[in-house]
C-alpha cells in the first residue's frame, strides 16, 4: 500500500485479555516507531526499530508489552493481560531513514484504538 | 521535567491573525526539531521541519529554531478555520519525542 498500515483499526479487549496491534511500514522504510496516545495527550513514545533491531525499547511501560519486528517490515505489537490504562490509540510510524537525516519525513499510520473493559 | 514541554492551550485566534506556538526541550543534544499537526481523530502529519538555527520559511508557516536558548516556535500567518488542530512539537536525537500539543482554535 501507500501509506503505513495498521490493523485491526479498533479493538475492544477484556482486562486480563492479550492483543496483538500490527504495523505494515511504507515499503523500504528502515525506521519504525511505536507511540501510545492517550485521550487529548501528545504521542508517548514506546520502541522504535531499525530495520529488525529494536534500538530503543525504553518506553514501553512495563513487561507486558513487547515488540517485534522480525523480518525488518511488519511489526507487531503486544500487550499482554490487558489492562484499563492501556486504552489508548497506538500509533505506528515509518520513515525511509533516521529521522534526524535532513528531509527526512516519518509518516504515520491511523492508529490502533484500544479499549481495555 | 517532560523532555518536550508545550503550552496545551487552548490558543484561539482570529481568522486572518497570526497563531504563534511555543515549544521548549530539555536535551541540549537533541538534532532534529519537527512540527506536526494533528486533526481530531486523526494522525499526526508533518507539517515542518528545521535543523539549523534561524528561521525556515514554507507558505504561511515559519519555523524558528533557538538551539542556545532549547527553544522552537512555529508561526501561522493568515490563520484559517482549517488551521484548527492540535499542534505536536517532536525532537529527535535518539529517538522521537512528542510534546503534549496545543489546541488552536480559528475563529471565523
Known amino acids: 500500500g501507500a501509506g503505513v498500515s495498521q490493523s485491526p483499526r479498533y479493538k475492544v479487549a477484556k482486562r486480563g485479555q492479550d492483543v496483538a496491534l500490527r504495523c505494515d511500514p511504507i515499503s523500504g522504510h528502515v525506521s519504525l516507531f511505536w507511540y501510545q496516545q492517550a485521550l487529548g495527550q501528545g504521542p508517548e513514545f514506546l520502541t522504535y526499530?531499525?530495520?529488525?533491531?529494536?534500538?530503543?525499547k525504553s518506553g514501553l511501560p512495563s513487561d507486558r508489552f513487547f515488540a517485534e519486528r522480525p523480518e525488518g517490515s511488519v511489526s507487531t505489537l503486544k500487550i499482554q493481560r490487558t489492562q484499563q490504562e492501556d486504552s489508548a490509540v497506538y500509533l505506528c510510524?515509518?520513515?525511509?531513514?533516521?529521522?534526524?537525516?535532513?528531509?527526512?519525513?516519518?509518516?504515520f499510520g491511523e492508529g490502533s484504538w484500544l479499549t481495555v473493559v | 521535567q517532560k523532555e518536550v514541554e508545550q503550552n496545551s492551550g487552548p490558543l484561539s485566534v482570529p481568522e486572518g491573525a497570526i497563531a504563534s506556538l511555543n515549544c521548549t526541550y530539555s536535551?541540549?543534544?537533541?538534532?532534529?526539531f519537527f512540527w506536526y499537526r494533528q486533526y481530531s481523530g486523526k494522525s499526526p502529519e508533518l507539517i515542518m521541519s528545521?535543523?539549523?538555527?534561524g528561521d525556515k520559511e514554507d507558505g504561511r508557516f515559519t519555523a524558528q529554531l533557538n538551539k542556545a536558548s532549547q527553544y522552537v516556535s512555529l508561526l501561522i500567518r493568515d490563520s484559517q478555520p482549517s488551521d484548527s488542530a492540535t499542534y505536536l512539537c517532536a525532537v529527535w536525537r535518539n529517538d522521537m519525542r512528542f510534546g503534549a500539543g496545543t489546541r488552536l482554535t480559528v475563529k471565523p
Open positions: 528545521i535543523y539549523s538555527n
Open positions: 526499530f531499525q530495520n529488525e533491531a529494536q534500538l530503543d
Open positions: 510510524a515509518s520513515s525511509f531513514q533516521f529521522p534526524g537525516v535532513r528531509g527526512n519525513t516519518i509518516y
Open positions: 536535551d541540549r543534544g537533541s538534532q532534529s
